[in-house]
């Protein structure tokens, strides 16, 4: 199996930055997508960011232009990068992980933004 671990949330000010860490660790031979998504209670988990083995990435339209999600192959981890932060980006930021056409998720990390 794979584990997927996150961190880095926390609490910021409305314009302040913070950056997401995702693990992922185990039975893992070549990871396809690393993603970043957000819910917020009673919604739906949609897509923040994501990226391809070879570097493609996506963004949701809410985010692009101030986050910015990478990653380390040989790690097998990826950042989220988020800057110029607003209060609609409060949320449970989970990470998601492809490996060998399974998908595996990350126990989610809040980020509050508060002033």
């Known amino acids: 199996q794979v584990q997927v671990v996150e961190s880095g949330g926390g609490l910021v000010q409305p314009g302040g930055s913070l950056r997401l860490s995702c693990a992922a660790s185990g039975s893992i031979t070549s990871i396809s997508t690393m993603g970043w998504y957000r819910q917020t209670p009673g919604k739906q988990r949609y897509l923040v960011a994501s990226?391809?083995?070879?570097?493609?990435?996506s963004y949701g339209d809410s985010v692009k232009g101030r986050f910015t999600i990478s990653r380390d192959n040989v790690k097998s981890t990826a950042n989220l990068q988020m800057n110029s932060l607003k209060f609609e980006d409060t949320a449970v930021y989970y990470c998601?992980?492809?490996?060998?056409?399974?998908?595996?998720w990350g126990q989610g990390t809040q980020v509050t933004v508060s002033s």
């Open positions: 998601r992980v492809v490996v060998e056409w399974r998908t595996y």
């Open positions: 990226i391809t083995n070879g570097g493609s990435t």
